[in-house]
Nanobody, 128 residues
Framework: QGQLVESGGGSVQAGGSLTLSCAAS????????MAWFRQAPGKPREGVGIIDATGRTTYSDSAKGRFTISRDNAKNTLFLQMNSLKPEDTAMYYC??????????????????????WGQGTQVIVSS
């Protein structure tokens, strides 16, 4: 059974940076699509971005230009580098993984219903 564990969340002032990590174990995640989602209080979970096994990425409009998703397949770790953080980025951030193939999956912002494995989340708070 696969497991995902996020880390790296915390509190930061607007304009600052944070890097989140997601350690994967128990499955061949190196071949999986992996993604970051976030959920603010009272709002639905939304996709931040997705990365495939070759490193191709797609980002949401709010993440584009500020966030970078990368993965280290040798270490089974997913990263989310977040720069120029804004108060509206405050949310619980989750990593997710799935291995179901689709030609269009990497071309669109990830949908929570498309992912089978989830981490427990890490909190990010951005103060103004």
């Amino acid at each position: 059974q696969g497991q995902l564990v996020e880390s790296g969340g915390g509190s930061v002032q607007a304009g600052g940076s944070l890097t989140l990590s997601c350690a994967a174990s128990g499955a061949a995640f190196r071949g999986y699509y992996m993604a970051w989602f976030r959920q603010a209080p009272g709002k639905p979970r939304e996709g931040v971005g997705i990365i495939d096994a070759t490193g191709r990425t797609t980002y949401s409009d709010s993440a584009k230009g500020r966030f970078t998703i990368s993965r280290d397949n040798a270490k089974n770790t997913l990263f989310l580098q977040m720069n120029s953080l804004k108060p509206e980025d405050t949310a619980m951030y989750y990593c997710a993984a799935d291995n179901r193939y689709s030609m269009t999956r990497i071309t669109r912002v990830p949908n929570p219903g498309d992912f089978s494995y989830w981490g427990q989340g890490t909190q990010v708070i951005v103060s103004s």
